[in-house]
């Protein structure tokens, strides 16, 4: 069963536009959100983190947006870059003595073209 | 600092063969983890470590075994390779989340296991 999900495995944009990725969750105790970025032949780093306190996080040129209601997070990159282009990855925890485990969705494949 | 490092980078086993893949962290981290990583599945929790002695099954611990004697070591085994773990192997680390008020976690730059 799935508990995070990331349903569209890739996404192409041209640079300066914004990219937009999605994430779905169903475990209602979930309430850490995390998004990674995997570049190939490299381990995921970090980019940008939401509470479920919060609706929306900034960081730059990144923003997570959270709907606890629709159990859905999304990533806005804007202006989007070459360098940009990665495998993302959103990540959930459930809180309370879950040791930091995180629940990965599948990904989602980004391409900016110049 | 190196972060988190991970050997080897890659390795061909035949099937039944045994090996050991090693993980290392200099930023002190109390928590450990193992993750493989297949197309379209992200990043599945294999073994986790809450700290020096102590390991907990994951989502898929099936036909693989960990240990951690050091603080900054969190050893996985694989005793008899089959060919469904073919995979790349991620390690990681975080601090207790009490600790930072985040869930963070510092990824090594991954073991590429094939198993024929």
């Known amino acids: 069963d799935q508990q995070v999900k990331q349903n569209s495995p890739s996404l192409s944009v041209q640079e300066g536009r914004i990219s937009i990725l999605n994430c779905d969750y169903t475990?209602?105790?979930?309430?850490?959100f995390l998004w990674y970025k995997k570049y190939p032949a490299e381990g995921p780093t970090f980019l940008i983190s939401i509470s479920s306190i919060k609706d929306k996080n900034e960081d730059g040129r990144f923003t997570v947006f959270l709907n606890k209601s629709a159990k859905h997070l999304s990533l806005h990159i804007v202006p989007s870059q070459p360098g940009d282009s990665a495998v993302y990855f959103c990540a959930a925890n459930a809180g309370g003595t879950s040791y930091g485990k995180l629940t990965f969705g599948q990904g989602t494949i980004l391409t900016v073209h110049p | 600092n190196a972060g988190v490092t991970q050997t080897p980078k890659f390795r061909v086993l035949k099937t039944g063969q045994s090996m050991t893949l090693l993980c290392a962290q200099d930023m002190n981290h109390e928590y450990m983890y193992w993750y493989r990583q297949d197309p379209g599945m992200g990043l599945r929790l294999i073994h986790y470590?809450?700290?020096?002695?102590?390991?907990a099954k994951g989502e898929v611990p099936d036909g693989y075994n960990v240990s951690r004697l050091k603080k900054q070591n969190f050893l996985l085994g694989l005793e008899s390779a089959a060919p469904s773990q073919t995979s790349v192997y991620f390690c990681a680390s975080s601090y207790p989340e009490e600790r930072e008020g985040s869930y963070e976690q510092y990824f090594g730059p991954g073991t590429r296991l094939t198993v024929t």
């Open positions: 475990n209602s105790m979930f309430d850490y």
């Open positions: 470590s809450v700290g020096e002695g102590t390991t």
